[in-house]
């Protein structure tokens, strides 16, 4: 079964320095795609960014970027030059196995203070 | 950009209610999703369908009924609600194209079941 892990529930940072934040994820399938969502404030939920399993480098979007490490089977989610609307909560998500349907971690709450 | 537009906002029922959340998608996308919200467990995912008149299982569905009417509208259905399916539930839907499609999410519908 496929099971995602965020073991960091909140994290809180000055504005403008990097914020890291950890997922690790499960599954027996040799070909996968691992996700991070944001959720804001008002409730709305959408894509960041995506990393390839069978892709070795990095993934990078604007002021985020992932660092895979496959033999960990870790995925964490790099935020530089953080801004306050960067606050909100973060979710991991992997697709595996079936089709389209992704697993989801428990969730990342990040506060960036002025 | 895509839109999926969910039905109430909010809905307040009691023990053994009976319940429709509604969700519409204008972007022709095959796949729909539920999800439900919850403290410490992130998005879990109740049903989904990959086009009118199919359903598929989720991995949380138990007291949950959903239906598929057409390309556009997904229901989720409470048919004996009780107060452990109170909740935040969101809707997605995504493109059919291939592996590791992005989801577009609603706005959420907020159920307390007292």
């Known amino acids: 079964a496929q099971k995602v892990t965020q073991t960091q529930t909140s994290i809180s940072v000055m504005e403008k320095t990097t914020v890291t934040m950890d997922c690790v994820y499960e599954?027996?399938?040799?070909?996968?795609?691992l996700f991070w969502y944001k959720q804001t404030a008002s409730g709305e939920i959408v894509f960041l960014i995506r990393?390839?399993?069978?892709?070795?480098e990095n993934a990078t979007v604007g002021h985020y970027s992932l660092n895979f490490q496959k033999p960990k089977s870790s995925i964490g989610l790099i935020i530089t030059a953080t801004q306050i609307e960067d606050s909100a909560v973060y979710f991991c998500?992997?697709?595996?196995?079936?089709?389209?349907?992704?697993?989801f971690g428990a969730g990342t709450r990040l506060a960036v203070c002025p | 950009e895509a839109a999926v537009t969910q039905s109430p906002r909010n809905k307040v029922t009691v023990t053994g209610g009976n319940v429709t959340l509604s969700c519409r998608q204008t972007?022709?996308?095959?796949?729909m999703y539920w999800y439900r919200q919850d403290t410490g467990h992130g998005l879990r995912l109740i049903h989904y369908?990959?086009?009118?008149?199919?359903?598929q299982i989720g991995d949380v569905p138990d007291g949950y009924k959903a239906t598929r009417t057409t390309q556009e509208d997904f229901f989720l259905l409470l048919e004996l609600a009780s107060p452990s399916q109170t909740s935040l539930y969101f809707c997605?839907?995504?493109?059919?194209?291939?592996?590791?499609?992005?989801?577009?999410f609603g706005s959420g519908t907020r159920l307390t079941v007292l």
């Open positions: 369908s990959y086009g009118a008149g199919n359903l």
């Open positions: 990393q390839d399993s069978y892709k070795k």
């Open positions: 599954t027996q399938d040799s070909s996968y795609f």
């Open positions: 972007n022709s996308h095959n796949y």
């Open positions: 997605a839907s995504s493109d059919a194209g291939g592996y590791a499609e992005t989801l577009y």
């Open positions: 998500a992997m697709e595996s196995g079936s089709f389209n349907k992704l697993t």
